[in-house]
């Protein structure tokens, strides 16, 4: 998948910290009305769905336009029931993705949201998973690294609440991520996607081929400003980090407005 453009309105913050003892990887989506960027944005968020083959293809198999079948069959509409909140909720985890991938330089499989049962229906399972192999032929290394990430939005609230509730279910990732990743060995086999899939298998089996894993909790928000120290306990609750997870904050101003903007360029 080729890098998209809005990749440079993602700024990174520093210094930031959770309860006053936690790393925060920051990051403000810092954009503009830029027509030909948000094209381009909209352009790779219909990519995450269905690849240009198979929309040609299942659009002409239907007798529509390739605006038509997507507004019908792949992208979440803003007045259908879910829609909003799918679109919330895909547009988090493809930027969540977008980061690891092209700021982080993970492999990042693309088949949560691609060819899905229905257009406002979310996957079960870990949100986003991304991998690095340590040597260049790929073959099994402990200092490979695996990531699993869990990714809650709220992008017409400017709180911490994502963010919160990205740290609590993280925790769940432990014990379905095994699932999951079977789960994206399969579907990439049924893109056609071999080399990947057989990549993704190389995480399966841990006890024979160990390798590293980190759990980001990534929260996403309409938050214009971060807090240097970010504090989300309340009545005293203590905010459990386990080792190796990893923290991830993502904000912007109206971030619902601007992904509304760009889903319903997604027409092409």
């Known amino acids: 998948m ?23 990887k920051s990051y403000r989506i810092d954009y503009s009305d830029d027509s030909e960027v948000i094209d381009d944005w909209a352009l790779h968020i219909r990519r995450n769905y269905i690849n240009d083959q198979d929309l ?3 659009a002409e198999l239907n007798g ?4 038509q079948y997507l507004k019908k069959y792949v992208i979440p509409q803003k007045g259908e029931k879910l ?22 330089g993970y492999t990042v499989p693309r088949y949560k949201q691609m060819n899905r049962s229905g257009k ?15 040597k260049k032929d790929k073959s099994p290394n ?3 690294e695996l990531v699993a990430a869990e990714v809650k939005a709220e992008l017409a609230s400017e709180g911490y609440g994502a963010l919160k509730k990205a740290i609590e279910d993280s925790r769940k990732d432990e014990y379905r991520l095994a699932r999951t990743i079977e789960y994206c060995r399969k579907k990439l086999r049924n893109q056609n996607d071999f080399n990947s899939s057989e990549e993704v298998a190389r995480f399966l089996i841990k006890p ?25 306990s309340t009545d005293g609750e203590e905010v459990k980090i386990s080792y190796g997870q990893a923290i991830f904050f993502i904000h912007g101003r109206k971030l619902m407005e601007l992904t509304h903007k760009i889903y319903e360029r997604c027409s092409r």
């Open 2 to 24: 080729n890098k998209p453009h809005y990749i440079d309105w993602l700024i990174e913050e520093k210094g930031v910290v959770l309860e006053g003892t936690h790393e925060v």
């Open 56 to 58: 040609t293809e299942s």
């Open 64 to 67: 529509m336009t390739i605006e």
């Open 83 to 104: 829609g909003a909140t799918a679109r919330s909720g895909d547009i988090a985890e493809i930027v969540v993705s977008d980061l690891l991938e092209f700021v982080m």
């Open 120 to 134: 406002n229906n979310s996957e079960h399972g870990t949100d986003v998973i991304g991998y690095k192999f340590y």
């Open 142 to 144: 402990e200092k490979d």
């Open 208 to 232: 024979e081929n160990n390798y590293k894993i980190t759990y980001i909790a990534a929260g996403v928000s309409s938050r214009t400003t971060v807090d240097d120290n970010i504090i989300i």
